[in-house]
């Protein structure tokens, strides 16, 4: 069985080529929000976060052959935990990383962290919109507050996205709830429906929209600060293709039986 770690739009693509391939796979993502995973009967899911210790025992629990780190970018503690657990498995690590986008134009800027993107954002005195997702909420939330500039959030349709929106005192007529990517007229729809002056972004490859939101800001003449990409540098195989991936986990981890 390969352990995929999951959560993006590349998921099902990654689980339905392992398991045509002839692997049982285990997708593994932090929450239980509805995500496109394969449907083939090879491919399982479970849901929650899991932190080094929790994947290794997933791993030898189910007798874990190889982990697939395809978690998000920026899932900076999700990359440490498939690489420490699978040392500690004394199995492969192969990483998939999307391509990231040629983000270049004007009115871009750029944010070492959400701290300095939320002081940017704000300092416009124009309303922001935040599409990071919920769990980095807290310094847009506060920069709103004491600014007195309006904040819109788009989140993923899930209890836990709501109960942190709420928690930060986001307005629920204020939230967009939804699974990218986005189009280019959905993300100016949300620009039109909250008169948006400045959106907030991370650089999340053209396969996660951000090309979308290029070309929306640039229709509407928004200001977008986006977050660079964290550096995770790795020793683990990495690759921006699926079949590329496969390819390498099959000599890696051979004798699977074939479909």
Known sequence: MILLIGGTSETAPLASGLAKAGYEVLVSTATAAPLAIGDHPRIARRAGRLDEEEMAALGKEK???AIV?????????????????????GIPCLVFRRTAADVKGENIRFAADHAEAA?????????VLVTTG???????????RRTGV?????????????????ASGIPEEWIIAGRG?????????????????????????????????LAAA???????????????PTSNPTFDH??????????????????
């Open 134 to 144: 919920s769990r980095n909420l807290a310094a847009y939330a506060e920069a709103a």
């Open 218 to 232: 640039h229709q509407a003449n928004c200001l977008l600060i986006v977050l660079r990409r964290p550096q995770t």
């Open 181 to 213: 990517p986005f189009s280019v007229e959905e993300n100016l729809a949300a620009i039109r429906r909250f008169g948006i002056a400045v959106i907030v972004t991370k650089e999340s490859g053209r396969t996660g929209g951000m090309d979308a939101k």
């Open 242 to 259: 699926p079949a590329a991936l496969i390819c390498t986990l099959q000599d890696l981890v051979p004798h699977v039986v074939q479909a």
């Open 119 to 127: 002081e940017m954002a704000f300092a416009e005195g124009r309303p």
């Open 69 to 89: 780190d395809a978690a998000h970018p920026y899932a900076v503690s999700a990359h440490a935990a498939a690489h420490n657990a699978a040392q500690r498995l």
């Open 150 to 166: 309006p904040l819109a959030v788009r989140v993923l349709d899930a209890p836990e996205s709501f109960a942190v929106c709420r």
């Open 63 to 65: 007798g874990i052959r």
